[in-house]
């Protein structure tokens, strides 16, 4: 089916936006799932600009105020842009890193005072032994270009190879924030004993804020600021208000904006989607078909005079950059930039210039099809604007993602696995995030009876969506017609690894 293509003036769309679905306010008790965004486009002409290329998963970029440009590599490492070039050598390899999947060198962050004390923050994931998988913060010391001085802020953080966050981000009160994600275990979102599905807050030196809301209670953990959060992926405050917004990744589909209020919690996974219980907050924005967002920032800039004051998201399902305008803290349009162009987007940030910057996440299994010259740093500039003498991006002439032409009604096993399972189980259920489901036995049905079940009622305390009210029986049995006709007794396939490579 041919996308919708829009090019209406932002307030004409809102306009439109909200004849069709009226938000919800902050207080969520009656949660709003969002329409499909429609597509749109900036009124100020741009030109795309790559930045870097032929790059590993770039997952957050940060700028310095003397021009230079950190950005980190999600198989283990942090890189330079000086003078518009990637240095060669890394500001920092990762030794003890575990790089699977969705794991690796994530969130960074400058510290507020990096123009005079050259601290950095970043978040990685390592292995207690036996995919044991935990998150790691730590602080380091840049001189010339390099990391050193290794300081663990916070470790021991519960991860797993997809729910792990995790981004960093300084706020206006100057302290640290971080995601972190339920480590495929949905119960520990809701444990204020433990660090996962939650948004952590600390100052620079890694103590406890002594405002933070749990801070001194017994059988609680005193860098939570929020909880119940699935894997929150991208952190901003909203300039004037100062509030902290979020986006979440969900379940089947169900992805998320909240409005992230100190103390609360954020429902997962005792609410998902449109659900809503007395006590929990629900988004401000639910997303179905999913989106996938990830890094978000507000625009602060003047180079695009359009988007000030507008949160823009970075979508990897979704291919694109959400753009939602609000009036206070209350969301009231939204439309999607950008949409299929570029890839995957991972980050998106504005640099110091007003350009808007992001990532793309091809080299991302086992949604991530590698593209020539991918992955890459791009970013927007007014046609406007002086030449800087960058190589222009192209948009993508391939096909759109398969799961965009495919009729959520079909039987067609392929065409439900590509949907549904293959985020997870990868494709043709051969593995990725989660184990394949086409070897050995099956751990938690013992028949065709009982793997019909978890495919309809779920495993909330393992992270697996129920579906039974998403799909129809015959589908079901496509699925499980195909699962059978495809099983193998032999070993299942390593999951995709690396370690640190290429610069030794």
Request: charged share 20%.
């Amino acid at each position: 089916m041919a996308r919708q293509k829009v090019r209406l003036p932002f307030n004409r769309f809102a306009a439109c936006y909200l004849g069709a679905c009226t938000l919800a306010a902050t207080q969520a008790v009656a949660q709003t799932n969002a329409p499909v965004p429609l597509d749109g486009d900036l009124s100020t002409p741009y030109r795309a600009e790559i930045v870097a290329s032929r790059l590993q998963a770039p997952w957050s970029v940060v700028f310095a105020s003397d021009g230079r440009i950190f950005f980190s590599e999600r198989p283990g490492w942090v890189r330079v842009i000086e003078h518009d070039r990637v240095l060669p050598e890394p500001a920092l390899i990762l030794r003890d890193v575990v790089a699977s999947v969705k794991m690796g060198a994530l969130g960074l962050a400058l510290d507020p005072g990096f123009a005079t004390n050259h601290l950095v923050y970043l978040a990685y994931n390592y292995d207690l032994g036996k995919e044991q998988y935990r998150l790691r913060i730590v602080r380091y010391h840049e001189a010339t270009n390099h990391f050193s001085q290794p300081h663990t802020l916070l470790e021991d953080i519960p991860a797993y190879r997809n729910h792990t966050g995790c981004r960093l981000r300084f706020g206006p009160d100057g302290c640290l924030y971080i995601t972190t994600g339920d480590a495929n275990q949905p119960p520990l979102a809701q444990r204020l004993d433990s660090f996962a599905g939650k948004i952590l807050r600390l100052q620079p030196d890694g103590s406890i804020p002594r405002d933070n809301p749990f801070a001194g209670r017994t059988n609680a953990l005193g860098a939570i600021w929020s909880y119940g959060h699935r894997n929150s992926q991208g952190l901003d405050f909203q300039p004037g208000t100062g509030a902290l917004f979020a986006s979440e990744h969900g379940p089947d589909n169900g992805d998320e904006i909240n409005l992230v209020i100190k103390g609360e919690n954020y429902g997962w996974p005792l609410i998902h989607h449109r659900q809503s219980k007395e006590g929990l907050r629900s988004p401000i924005l639910e997303f179905t078909p999913s989106v996938a967002p990830s890094g978000v920032c507000f625009y602060r800039g003047t180079a695009f005079p359009e988007l000030e004051g507008k949160l823009l998201v970075g979508c990897l399902r979704g291919e694109g950059i959400l753009r939602i305008g609000f009036e206070g803290t209350n969301p009231i349009a939204c439309d999607r930039l950008l949409h299929f162009k570029y890839g995957r987007i991972r980050d998106v940030t504005e640099g110091p210039d007003g350009y808007i910057y992001f990532t793309t996440s091809q080299f991302d299994p086992p949604e991530g099809t590698p593209r020539p010259d991918y992955d890459m740093i791009l970013r927007l500039v007014p046609k406007s604007a002086a030449s800087t003498g960058a190589v222009l991006a192209s948009e993508w002439k391939g096909p759109p993602p398969q799961s965009q032409n495919i009729n959520p009604a079909t039987t067609n096993a392929s065409q439900l696995i590509t949907l549904y399972c293959a985020p997870c189980h990868g494709p043709s259920l051969r593995g990725g995030m989660q184990r394949g489901l086409l070897y050995g036995h099956w751990e938690f049905a013992k028949d065709d009876a009982g793997v019909q079940q978890v495919i309809n009622k779920g495993l909330a305390d393992r992270g697996m969506p129920a579906f039974g009210a998403t799909l129809k029986a015959e589908q079901v049995t496509s699925l499980l017609r195909y699962i059978r006709q495809n099983q193998t007794t032999g070993p299942e396939p390593a999951l995709e690894s690396r370690k640190p490579s290429g610069f030794e």
